[in-house]
């Protein structure tokens, strides 16, 4: 593999945790997974194999035994990452292996207990730390989301109703890479607040599922914080750096069991082991490095992977293990996963001014807010000192930090002192014997308006003061709680820890080195002062090929028997899903109409970004399309065109048979229109109403209602006529 300047390898270490009772009460047989420290080897036992078989290691990292605590995992294989990530790289933990091996203690741990705690609660701690002792010219924004894949779709766990949303949409930018759309982050100003949010996130967690662990073993968990943090850079101006940290809890990698299953818990099933195993195809194809092609495509997982696996982030893998006998086979599949996984190599480079910085938009918004504050305090000083009669000078525009409190009292006090001040002139002009009534009413109203409007500007003041400190607050400025840390002992602690945690990563290096150059070379330089001690040598040396020979050829039949077995239960997978298609097929043939069928066939297409089959739009025929493209301006708002008759009847809520439709309501006028009685009264009985028949006919329709209109009162009206009336009113006001 090539290795350029910048990159790294993907650091792999092994977790094995102790025997639980069960497994100890099983039998005597003791774990099958021995550990070398010093050399970072884990030593692999088959409890199945002759004793004269040789025994499997594999060398990575840093290996962790079942004494191990979680703060020396995290010390030695954390520590460094999260220091990257707070100056700006992208940093990824992914802990894999079997259900029930320790992925969820490594990462969460026991969050009460400070020796238990596990990589994500030391991780805040790190985080905040790091922030409250930095400089403070720097500010920090930290953001957190978390989310599951279940079945291949991503859920927000900090979405309140992520239960019935649909499944979140994965989209590519070219400046951040992969990200999910529309993704709940909440930004968090404490150790505290972020733990609230992953709090949150597990009981949404929990509560989707019935049995947790059952459902942990099922569902990918990622965990994101983003920190962003502004340096005043050599330049003068402000630079922003961006670190994402990906904290993953994996599915259990152990083989869902598919015998005898159907439906959704097939479906299940197909998918944990798609993504896992796409995951697998990943590592492998990077691993290779020969083959261009990786299929991070292939499932939800590695998409989101992307970056931390041969892309620009750090990446660690932890990778843990069951000592148990019983899980032998899951074991060497973990260890041989974790293997190739390290010869994965990632370019990790800092996220430098990233036109998508949060940061820069909070500090932007801030500004303009605190403008306009400052605005404000001027334009009500200016007036303040105008009320004062003192001349005014320029000087308040350009508010510091020290003053502001002080302005801010000065508006206060000047509120307070025009309220006084109109107080005093309301009760001046109530007194005032010479003003006439009316007068006095309207200046008296015109100093309530002028009152009126210092409250409402007094009150906009606030809401803009507590906007621009709720702005504020969410940034972070570094060595404002410096008093809390200045812990000068537990800073050195600290450091003395981080130094000895590096030395030993260097010092198991250096063995690792060493032992391979001893193989290399020792045996080369040997000169040999008579046949007798060659032969000897040579003998040694083939036996030790030999035994080579016999482990390299015992691994080529264990990787073929994998392969064989995962053959067949894809194989299996298959048979099981093409039954499920025959199935489907045959309710489609059957009972569904042919002509119905093609139809939807038509406007169905593949959409290959979203791995989905999607429904075209319904498109109006050629012909048609002028016809259907825009609404009638009439029918914005309605199902359909509609008269202004109806809608004035719908604004008058008439009866509800009628609304919105087309539909005039004509009932018998009843009262003669043009006919009074003689004494002038507008009352007519029903007996009168044959004299409707003399009116001229064209006024009809006019005269009759408008006249109708005007004597409505006096109908016993129907909701209809009312409404005609107001039609009539409406069409009048036009
Ligand atoms: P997973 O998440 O991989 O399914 P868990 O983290 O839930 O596994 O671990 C299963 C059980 O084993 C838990 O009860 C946990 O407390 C215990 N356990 C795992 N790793 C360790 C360890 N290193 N030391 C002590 N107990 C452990
Ligand atoms: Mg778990």
């Known amino acids: 593999m090539s290795k350029n300047k910048s990159s790294e390898s993907v650091k792999v270490v092994v977790r094995c945790r102790p025997l639980n009772r069960k497994e100890e009460s099983n039998g005597p047989a003791g774990g099958i997974v021995q550990m070398d420290l010093r050399l970072g080897q884990v030593i692999l036992r088959n409890p199945r194999a002759l004793p004269s078989e040789p025994q499997k290691t594999f060398t990575f990292d840093a290996v962790y035994d079942a004494n191990s605590k979680q703060r020396d995992l995290y010390d030695e294989s954390v520590r460094p990452l999260i220091d990257s990530v707070l100056a700006g790289f992208n940093g990824t933990i992914f802990a894999y292996g079997q259900t029930g091996t320790g992925k969820t203690y490594t990462m969460q741990g026991a969050w009460r207990d400070p020796e238990k705690r596990g ?45 019935n949303a ?10 951040t890479g992969v990200y999910v759309q529309d993704l709940t982050s909440c930004v968090c100003k404490s150790i505290k607040e972020i733990e609230e949010v992953m709090n949150v996130g597990n009981q949404a967690r929990a509560v989707g599922a019935t049995d947790m662990n059952e459902h942990s073993s099922r569902s990918h968990a990622l965990f994101l914080i983003t ?44 998918k944990i082991n798609l993504s ?6 990943v590592i492998s194809a990077l691993a290779d490095g020969r083959s261009g092609h990786v299929p991070y495509r292939d499932s939800k997982l590695t998409r989101l992977l992307q970056d ?13 293990l069951g000592p148990a006998p019983q899980h032998y086979d899951e074991t060497l599949t973990t260890l041989r996963y974790a293997n190739r996984a390290k010869n994965i190599q990632n370019q990790p480079r800092v996220n430098e001014d990233p036109k998508d910085a949060l940061l820069r938009e909070f500090q932007k918004e801030i500004a303009r807010l605190r403008a306009q504050l400052n605005h404000r305090k001027w334009r009500s000083k200016q007036k303040k000192e105008q009320v004062d009669g003192e001349g005014w000078e320029r000087d308040g525009y350009e508010e510091t930090d020290g003053e502001e409190d002080g302005v801010e009292k000065e508006a206060e006090e000047y509120v307070k002192l025009e309220e006084q001040r109109l107080e005093r002139e309301k009760e001046a002009i109530r007194d005032d014997q010479f003003l006439l009534a009316e007068e006095k009413q309207r200046l008296l109203g015109e100093k309530e308006k002028m009152m009126g409007d210092l409250r409402m500007e007094q009150q906009a003041a606030e809401q803009l003061t507590a906007k621009y400190k709720a702005m504020e607050s969410k940034l972070l400025v570094g060595g404002k709680n410096i008093i809390d840390h200045t812990n000068e002992q537990q800073k050195m602690l600290e450091m003395k820890r981080q130094e000895i945690a590096e030395q030993t990563c260097n010092e198991r290096e250096i063995q690792q080195q060493m032992l391979v150059q001893d193989e290399e070379t020792l045996e080369l330089r040997e000169t040999f002062t008579s046949l007798q001690q060659e032969v000897e040598a040579k003998t040694k040396k083939l036996k030790k090929l030999y035994n080579k020979l016999q482990t390299i050829k015992a691994e080529i039949k264990d990787v073929n028997d994998e392969h064989v077995k995962n053959r067949q239960e894809l194989e299996q997978t298959q048979n099981e899903l093409t039954r499920e298609l025959k199935f489907k097929y045959l309710i489609i043939e059957n009972f569904i109409p042919p002509e119905e069928k093609n139809k939807i066939m038509n406007r169905l297409t593949f959409d290959p970004e979203e791995d989905q089959w999607k429904y075209q739009p319904l498109v109006p025929a050629e012909s048609k399309s002028s016809q259907m493209k825009k609404r009638p301006t009439s029918a914005v708002g309605y199902k359909r065109p509609i008269s202004q008759y109806a809608r004035v009847a719908i604004a008058m809520g008439a009866h509800s048979r009628y609304r919105a439709e087309n539909i ?54 129907s909701s209809s006529s009312n409404s005609l009336a107001a039609c009539h009113a409406a069409t009048a006001a036009q």
């Open 276 to 281: 896992l195993s796409a995951l697998g195809n």
């Open 227 to 270: 920190v962003e943090c502004s340096q005043p850079g050599p330049d003068g101006r402000k630079h922003i750096r961006v670190g994402r940290l990906n904290l993953v809890d994996l599915a259990g990698s152990e083989r869902q069991t598919k015998t005898g299953v159907q439906g959704e818990r097939l479906k299940e099933a197909a």
């Open 308 to 320: 931390s696996l041969g892309g620009n982030a750090k990446t660690v893998m932890v990778a843990t």
């Open 664 to 717: 005039m309501f004509l009932e018998l006028d009843m009262t003669p229109p043009n006919t009074s009685s003689p004494d002038g009264s507008s009352e007519a009985g029903p007996n009168q109403s044959s004299s409707l028949d003399n009116s001229p006919i064209k006024e009809k329709g006019v005269h009759k209602s408008r006249s109708w209109c005007q004597s409505q009162k006096s109908i016993t009206s």
């Open 166 to 175: 649909r499944g979140l949409e994965l989209r590519e930018s070219p400046d």
């Open 119 to 163: 990589v994500i609660p030391n991780a805040f701690d790190h985080v905040f730390t790091h922030i409250s002792r930095s400089q403070s010219d720097k500010q920090y924004l930290v953001r957190a989301s978390y989310l599951e894949i279940y079945l291949e779709e991503i859920r927000d766990l900090l979405d309140p109703n992520h239960g």
